[in-house]
């Protein structure tokens, strides 16, 4: 009952190991779909782990007709664990309500913001702000938002890859893959680096397309450009995602230097075989669940005592 | 020295648009069809950039001006009102959290500055 939520952490923690060796594209769709099944994975754990205790609860033990004194006997999880997993359990809600609320009031902004702009789907808007800055706003039909200030500083073929980037980012609906990541990660601290892997992987990808238009030289420079370009951060660091992508602009451009990457069946395979023992542990615990309750009820008594 | 330029893909529609708005953002100033024509620098025919000038004015992208002979274009003020304060809101708000936003340059700490300036030097040197 405890290993789909170790199944859970060695996915988080290895699943973007092993992503590095994909193309992006592959990766971020992998590395989304694991987070939430490793998500639902460790909740579901949780709550097994949790129900071992609740069931020995007279009230519930009547309802569900098995023996509270079988079942305690029987049952091979600690007090102590069960009860820490029940305690989890609130926390999580919380924590998955909040992350669901900001996204909802980030999507609202957005779309907000889009209304009063104005333009059609996919537009550029051109912003005479005293900032540098590109960006892609994912509601409301996407736009693409670009300072002046960048678009004179950069010559037009960087201005495409940019251009080429940001179109890639609303085309292929990247914020659904970084939102599901995250929704993820809110389940389970240890998918934290896979939420950080998918939202490094769609810039990636973004830049392989614009690579594609624009080709990877200029592709490379604009990015180079645009980060040189930004004033560097004020104070503090605002976040443990901005702190994380602070090399990324480095790590990208290397990218772009070297050859696109490729298809590789191996890294694939080996990401499905760890989300498939994932599956397979949950399975497991969910049979032995029943099981435990089974034998617990087997001659039934409602309402036995201690 | 990396791969070459080229091998470029038909442009759709929309990214067409976006690269005469961003090269019109870029100029600051009105610019003829054939001034727009030069400053894309892509092979591009001038009735394909006319055509987009024109299909961006009648959207009310662009703002347009007698200039001697032909018509010069500029991205349309009201469109561009987007203001710093509102900016600055959209992107402070945990923006860099947002999954609603993906912004194309990330705060780039000063030690890695010069890292990036020996990339720059070897693509354009190699």
Known sequence: ?306 | MPAGEGGMVRRDRGMLENEVLAALGAAGRPLTPGEVLAELDDGLAYTTVLTTLSRLHAKGALSRQRSGRAHAYAVAADRSALTARQMRRLLDTGADRSRVLSRFLDELPIEDRPLLRDLLREIDGG
Request: aromatic fraction near 4%.
């Open chain 1, 1 to 306: 009952m405890y290993v789909p939520l170790l199944a859970a952490a060695v996915l988080g923690l290895g699943g973007p190991r092993v992503a590095r060796g994909l193309p992006p594209s592959t990766a971020v769709r992998a590395l989304a779909l694991a987070g939430v099944l490793a998500a639902l994975a460790s909740c579901f754990s949780l709550a097994v782990l949790a129900w071992t205790l609740i069931g020995q609860w007279a009230p519930v033990a009547a309802l569900g007709h098995w023996s509270v004194s079988k079942l305690s006997g029987a049952d091979p999880v600690p007090r102590s664990t069960a009860l820490a997993a029940l305690a989890l359990l609130p926390p999580l809600a919380l924590l998955l309500g909040r992350s669901t609320w900001r996204s909802g009031a980030d999507w609202l902004a957005a779309r907000r913001l889009c209304r009063s702009l104005g333009g059609s789907p996919g537009q550029l808007l051109v912003v005479d702000s005293p900032r540098p800055d590109a960006f892609a706003v994912a509601a409301g039909g996407g736009r693409i938002v670009v300072s002046r200030q960048l678009l004179q500083a950069l010559p037009a073929p960087e201005r495409r890859a940019v251009l080429a980037h940001e179109a890639a980012h609303l085309r292929h609906h990247h914020a659904v893959y970084r939102g599901v990541a995250e929704l993820s990660a809110s389940l389970n601290p240890f998918l934290l680096p896979l939420a950080r892997a998918v939202a490094y992987g769609c810039e990636r990808w973004a830049d392989e397309d614009a690579a594609t238009v624009a080709g990877r030289g200029h592709a490379a420079r604009a990015v180079a450009h645009a980060a040189l370009l930004g004033t560097p951060p004020a104070g503090a660091p605002r976040g443990l995602v901005l702190r994380m992508g602070s090399t990324s602009s480095v790590e990208r451009v290397r990218a772009l230097l070297a050859p696109a990457p490729r298809r590789s069946p191996p890294a694939l395979a080996m990401l499905v075989a760890l989300v498939l023992a994932l599956l397979a542990t949950a399975g497991e615990a969910a049979h032995d669940t029943e099981l435990l309750f089974e034998q617990a009820g087997s001659r039934s008594v409602a309402g036995a005592g201690p």
